[in-house]
């Protein structure tokens, strides 16, 4: 007989999610990194009711978030690492983000019915300001793990100027500069975006080498004189279409034997997986009029179509979902 526990566990998924963002946006883990906390003294720092203080925090804990003895709660290692302001590796805003779309995704069904996102791409791409810090700042935490496992896949050795269309926070050009130092990089993005990206450029000491152009990448002209261009995260917001157009024009932009950078949660061929993929597409479709997922394969085969050489697709390091697609011009 079939075990229905996989069945199950797929009902409850989200009450695992909303006690981890809630615990999350009302301050649980910056006010335990401050000092252990029985319930009475937690509940007094959140502004909450005991009673229901201690089911948060216990359920916490199941979820390996905090650790209790004795009636005192704090932090796990995991959660210091990755949940307490401050921390290297905050990530925070990344969870803040995903907090603000959990409404959305309860429209799932109007979506598919609709065939349009429930949320506007402008509400947190520059209309409501804080959607918007949660949205850049979010996109900031992930690309600092992400971006110095791109720099590592992808050697910029000699290279002088990088365009990074639709840079979002500007992490990864200044990554790349930390680590080339002749490289200079511009990213363009819209207004409200690198207002942001310059706060995190700034804080990142890349000031100096990295620029930010406000614009929109459908339809600003693209400097030229370029030798690298990354496109990262965008292209789950295209169409096959718009990707076609993106491509070409970046190829335009390009010097001579310059390399086209695409990195990206990518499905392997015939969408079916990995399943971060899968419900990534879905996300992206919630959220952006043309939003999806792409295969890394049509990817390559668009840009070889395009004229690009040396087309080549390579995975990030596990556990990471993303795989980056590179070709040259000339």
């Known amino acids: 007989m079939l075990d229905p526990t996989p069945i199950m566990q797929l009902t409850t998924a989200y009450w695992n999610a909303m006690t981890f963002l809630t615990a999350n946006r009302i301050g649980v883990f910056e006010a335990l990194a401050k000092t252990p906390m029985s319930v009475s003294e937690a509940a007094d720092a959140l502004n909450t009711h005991p009673r229901p203080t201690r089911l948060l925090l216990n359920s916490c804990v199941a979820l390996g978030l905090l650790e209790e003895s004795e009636g005192v709660y704090t932090n796990s290692a995991l959660a210091s690492a990755f949940l ?3 921390s290297p590796a905050f990530m925070g805003n990344a969870v803040r983000y995903s907090d603000d779309l959990y409404a959305t995704w309860g ?3 109007q979506a598919l ?8 791409q402008e509400t947190y791409l520059g209309d409501d300001p804080a959607k918007t810090r949660h949205f850049v700042y979010g996109m900031h ?3 600092l793990g992400i971006g110095n496992a791109l720099a590592g896949l992808v050697d910029l050795s000699g290279r002088k100027q990088l365009l990074d269309i639709g ?3 500007g992490t990864y050009s200044a990554l790349f500069v930390r680590r080339y130092p002749e490289l200079r ?6 207004p409200h975006v690198v207002e942001l990206a ?19 990448y459908h339809t600003t002209k693209f400097p030229t004189g370029n030798d690298v261009v990354l496109i990262s995260g965008v292209l789950h917001r295209e169409s096959e279409k718009g990707c076609r157009e993106l491509i070409g024009r970046a190829k335009d932009t390009l010097e001579p034997g310059g390399l086209l950078i695409l990195s990206d949660v990518f499905t392997d061929h015939g969408g079916t997986g990995p399943l971060f993929a899968t419900l990534f597409g879905l996300n992206m479709m919630l959220t952006a009029p043309e939003g999806g997922v792409h295969a890394d394969t049509d990817v390559a085969a668009w840009m070889a179509e395009a004229g690009f ?3 080549e697709t390579l995975p990030f390091p596990s556990p990471m979902p993303h795989r980056v697609v590179t070709g040259m011009v000339g």
């Open 141 to 143: 935490n992930r690309a």
């Open 185 to 190: 990089a511009k990213v363009l993005d819209l």
């Open 107 to 109: 429209k799932l069904e």
């Open 84 to 86: 307490v302001p401050g």
């Open 113 to 120: 019915r609709e065939n349009r996102p429930p949320l506007a």
């Open 167 to 169: 840079g979002g926070p």
């Open 198 to 216: 310059d706060e995190i450029i700034g804080s990142l000491g890349a000031k100096d080498r990295v620029s930010t152009l406000a614009g929109d």
């Open 309 to 311: 050489t040396h087309v």
